[in-house]
């Protein structure tokens, strides 16, 4: 945890190296903040995979997730921090699970645990499963692995912290002015359809459909 | 039956596991202590009784040689030169089909040459099952111990090439003695071999 | 690609026994199948399957899955149907043209293929005539296209079979994305028009769903006259205590369950689509992934159905290694079962803690001998991966001496006569015996309903006709007794591990010599192995290539779960997270 401790230098934005006094209130603030916030990380209670066993082995009692202030699991995605994506999406389950991220409050955390989250993992080739949960949701740690031992996803927590040791009350998304908004709800149609791609489906669908007209009549002549 | 006997059994086991954990730490008290790196196996083994927890990252649990997470490429120290042949076997046997080799040439003949000029595996993929590693005719791809691998990004640290992959055999030697020991063994029996041929053919 | 019949003519099934029996009863209708079995004609299908079940006595349909012949342009139905007596199966096929894709259900028959036949409608395209609900079950309603139709491609499609040419000898890396025509793991049919995009999947999955029908028989009623006390409620796919991301979708009268739909799918990870893209031996690995708690015993089923094919056997040090395996695999479930039942009950995980305590001292020894602590891979064709050290074996037989009877003693102790868990699991969630053999339910919820069926006895493999057992059997059929059953099985398990760890001789561990790629003669095999959730079944057809022809596996999971309406039906809604958990479902196994 010490070598933790001393990685926890704030990088110092370029415009603010004049004026010290607000950046140290900033820092100190900062500080308190990120100290009490880290060491109180809430995962959501939420499973999907072979990963999440391993999950439950980090919760028990031989690795103790505790030890690190996480062990209160929330099935309610609304008193979460930490979603920790631990297993194969699908694509029939990602619109849940994206509707959950949409529910958790700001500040939240999303760990992608084992390879199959990451980036499809070896069930990648698959017909139903997406290539990686972050195309839909922003993930902050990836830890690899299949499936990673509890240790693994304790690493990847404690690179969590050095995360949230990083950040900066003045700069965090949650306390900027708006509403942050919400990532769109992928629909299932007669594939997977992420909605912020849609534009892009539509020329990709109408490129096709000219080249198929154009095909018979290549045939004919 | 009284009511109740059931639900007080139960708390007599939950009680018990607790006073364990202080009797276990009585009878630490004049070895170092229940944490000293001495105690670990016992702790974790078929005799543990009380606090089961490894205190992550402080300590560590001994991973057996078999373990396997990731695979590496071995780097012989001695001969200078990466181990791997570019057969492509492994990436043959490799269920999630997750690596790639581009077999080298011969600048000079154009002709292939045993020697991968890239290796790529992608973490991503990687179902860690050790196909790779057991296939491997010459001992040169085995499976690694590192499981601390988490990152913030994965499109490039988690797509392991050539240099991140290789690692020197002294690295195999540690975290795999018994199968560096069968490998030497085999190297003596080969050389002895071939001096007997020689010895025959003079 | 070439088929098993194109090849070489297939030697067709000889006809003994009940074969023969059946050829006479419905003459022309009846014929000799390829490899084995007989192919029975449409028309009497499901007359000659009573006369199977009834006549015959084979009133266990253990499998039914559905292979596509794309060369012969036909697609076959395959029924593996057992006696309760034990004994090998009766196999009958029935056949459709690939065009017209229509078979008659066997859902009056055997209420257990009611999931199946949807599983082959969803993923096969095979229409089931007089099906009551013939909807897509793992992929959503709507998905375009019936993906293991051997004509079916998925987006990322690289190559028929692998090995993949693109990775050696110049694999240049690619990712999957780039290679795609989508640029992601999508595809979508010509005429789909993006501009009408509406979520859909939910509103088609009710239709016909319980708020629709009657109470008491079930028929549907017009909507208007539907006097709504019902109350339809969803629990899942995200939901603490349906271990996983299982869904239900439950209608409700006040409180009392009327009528209870699974919902799955949400972990469908197409392991039969990849499976018969990779070769055999990488099929391995990826059955860790189907029931990911007990890796080492899906290994060894797997490795039973190509052995069948292959003819060959392990060594007996490796038989002995796998039946360790098996039944150390097989307490690590029944204790991560008993956990979690007690997490479901609400005994909010201290009693969980306690079970997986002692699941990790067999982890340790599972990953001392495999590499892995879930993902074993362990078993090989003819043998076992790597051999385990005397040191290893003092180790296990401390903890099968000494810790784990212990432990179980401990669980049962302060578990089995406590007040709260009789109130809560006795008389609930009951399954009589003759539903439960109906619903081709497999392990502890068939014996637990008085039904002493195990594959271990029934038909014994690998060596276990050499080991004194007793087969578990528990008689009231509620959720008690098949925590009961579990407890028991334990004691079996240490019993069989007693005389495998003191018998365990030297020697060799893997028949021939270890390949990667190994040519399967041509035939048809069906290996099954009792797992700890039920009866594991791996259907393989070889056509003689390096990969097999169709790869299916029969869940345990999968199959139990269609008998749980029937255990929830009257009950309170807070009795089904019990009675699901008693079920004991690995959502890798149910949606594979």
């Not at chain 3, 925590?483 to 028949?511: H, N, T, V």
């Amino acid at each position: 945890m010490d070598e933790l401790r001393d990685l926890n230098t704030m990088p110092v934005p370029l415009e603010l190296r004049d004026n010290v006094l607000v950046t140290t209130i900033d820092r100190f603030v900062s500080y308190i903040y990120n100290w009490g916030r880290k060491r109180s990380v809430w995962p959501m209670m939420f499973g999907l995979a072979c990963c999440a066993i391993e999950m439950i082995c980090a919760a028990a009692s031989r690795f103790d997730i505790a030890r690190f202030g996480s062990e209160l699991m929330r099935p309610s995605p609304r008193q979460a921090d930490l979603m920790i994506v631990s297993g194969t999406v699908t694509k029939k389950m990602v619109p849940q699970i994206v509707r959950l991220y949409n529910q958790m409050p700001e500040p939240k955390y999303v760990i992608s645990m084992g390879a199959c989250a990451t980036g499809g993992g070896p069930f990648k080739e698959g017909y139903n499963v997406v290539s990686g949960i972050d195309k839909f949701i922003p993930v902050d740690v990836y830890v690899p692995g299949c499936p990673p031992r509890p240790e693994a996803l304790l690493h990847g927590l404690l690179k969590l912290y050095e995360k949230i040791e990083r950040q900066s009350v003045r700069t965090v998304p949650w306390y900027q002015r708006g509403e942050s908004e919400a990532v769109p709800v992928p629909i299932l149609g007669p594939d997977l359809i992420d909605p912020r791609r849609l534009p892009e489906i539509r020329a990709r669908l109408a490129a096709l459909r000219a080249k198929a007209a154009e095909a018979p009549s290549e045939g004919a002549s | 039956m009284v009511y109740g006997l059931g639900i007080l059994k139960g708390l007599g086991v939950t009680l018990k596991h607790f006073l364990y954990s202080y009797i276990e730490d009585v009878r630490y008290l004049f070895q170092g202590g229940r944490y000293h790196p001495r105690h670990l196996l016992e702790r974790q083994g078929p005799r543990a009784r009380g606090v089961f927890t490894v205190q992550y990252p402080k300590e560590k649990l001994p991973l057996p040689e078999n373990f396997r997470y990731i695979p590496f490429l071995v780097y012989d120290t001695q001969e200078e030169k990466i181990k791997c042949t570019a057969c492509g076997i492994c990436a043959k046997v490799c269920p999630p089909q997750c690596i790639w080799i581009v077999r080298g040439t011969d600048p000079n003949t154009g002709r292939p040459k045993p020697e991968p000029e890239a290796f790529y595996i992608d973490a991503t993929i990687c179902m860690s099952c050790g196909f790779c590693a057991e296939f491997c005719p010459f001992d040169a791809i085995k499976m690694d111990h590192e499981y601390e691998l988490s990152s913030y990004e994965r499109y490039e640290s988690l797509l392991f090439d050539l240099p991140r992959l290789l690692k020197p055999d002294t690295y195999h030697a540690q975290i795999h003695p018994s199968d560096w020991a069968r490998e030497q063994a085999e190297k003596e029996a080969e050389k002895a071999k071939k001096g007997e041929k020689a010895a025959v053919r003079s | 690609m070439s088929a098993p019949t194109k090849a070489k003519a297939a030697p067709l099934a000889e006809l003994k026994g009940d074969l023969a029996i059946l050829k006479e009863r419905f003459g022309e209708a009846v014929q000799p199948a390829e490899y084995e079995g007989v192919v029975i004609a449409n028309e009497v299908l499901v007359e000659a399957a009573r006369f199977i079940r009834d006549e015959l006595g084979y009133r266990y349909l253990s499998s039914l899955t559905a292979v596509d012949y794309l060369q012969e342009g036909y697609f076959e139905v395959v029924y593996h149907a057992y006696r309760l007596e034990g004994g090998g199966p009766l196999v009958f096929k029935a056949r459709t043209p690939r065009d017209v894709a229509t078979i008659p259900s066997m859902v009056s028959v055997w209420p257990g293929a009611d999931f199946q036949e949807r599983e082959a409608w969803d993923l096969m395209g095979i229409r089931f005539a007089g099906h009551p609900n013939l909807k897509r079950i793992l992929l959503w309603e709507g998905f375009h296209g019936h993906p293991l139709r051997k004509d079916w491609r998925e987006p990322y499609f690289e190559e028929e079979h692998k090995p993949f040419s693109s990775r050696w000898p110049s694999g240049h890396h690619i990712r999957a994305e780039d290679r795609a025509f989508w640029h992601d793991n999508v595809q979508y049919p010509l005429d789909w028009d993006p501009d009408q995009v509406e979520d859909t999947a939910d509103e088609l999955l009710y239709i016909g769903m319980g708020q629709f029908a009657r109470a008491d028989t079930g028929e549907p009623v017009e909507p208007k006259s539907l006097r709504t006390e019902r109350l339809v409620v969803n629990m899942g796919p995200q939901h603490p205590s349906t271990h996983g991301v299982f869904r239900m979708v439950i209608t409700l009268d006040g409180e009392t369950i009327v009528r209870l739909e699974p919902v799955m799918g949400y972990l469908h990870r197409n392991h039969e689509k990849i499976g018969e893209r990779n070769m055999y031996l990488q099929n391995m690995p990826y059955t860790d992934r189907l029931d990911y708690i007990c890796s080492m015993s899906n290994n060894l089923g797997y490795a039973l159905a190509v052995e069948k094919l292959l003819g060959i056997r392990p060594p007996e040090r490796a038989e002995y290694l796998r039946v360790i395996m098996a039944e150390f695999t097989r307490i690590v479930n029944h204790l991560w079962a008993i956990g979690f039942l007690l997490n479901d009950l609400g005994a909010f995980f201290t009693p969980a803690l306690y079970a997986i305590e002692e699941r990790e001292l067999i982890l340790d020894l599972f990953e001392e001998a495999s590499g892995s602590r879930m993902m074993c891979n362990y078993m090989r064709f003819g043998g076992v991966a790597h051999d385990v050290s005397d040191d290893w074996i003092a180790r296990a037989k401390e903890l099968v001496y000494n810790r784990l009877p212990r432990a179980i003693e401990e669980l049962d102790r302060y578990l089995t006569h406590n007040e709260l868990i009789k109130a809560r699991c006795q008389g609930v969630g009951v399954l009589p015996p003759d539903l439960a053999v109906a619903y081709s339910t497999a392990g502890p919820v068939l014996r637990a309903s008085g039904i002493p069926y195990d594959v271990r006895r029934a038909e014994p493999y690998s060596i276990y006709d050499r080991f004194d057992f007793d087969v578990a059997v528990r008689y009231n059929g509620d959720v008690y007794d098949r925590y009961l059953i579990r407890i028991d099985e334990m004691w079996q398990s240490l019993r069989i591990l007693r005389q495998a760890l003191d018998q365990i001789p030297k020697g060799e561990i893997q028949a021939g010599k270890k390949q990667y790629m190994i040519r399967v003669p041509p035939g048809q095999a069906y290996g099954r192995v009792e797992n700890p959730k039920g009866e594991l079944g791996f259907y393989v057809v070889s056509d003689g290539s390096p990969n097999p022809y169709r790869y299916h596996i029969r869940a345990p999971s999968f199959i139990n779960l269609t008998a749980l309406n029937e255990m929830c039906k009257g009950h309170k809604v807070a009795d089904v997270v019990v009675i699901l958990g008693s079920i004991d479902i690995v959502l890798g196994e149910v949606d594979r």
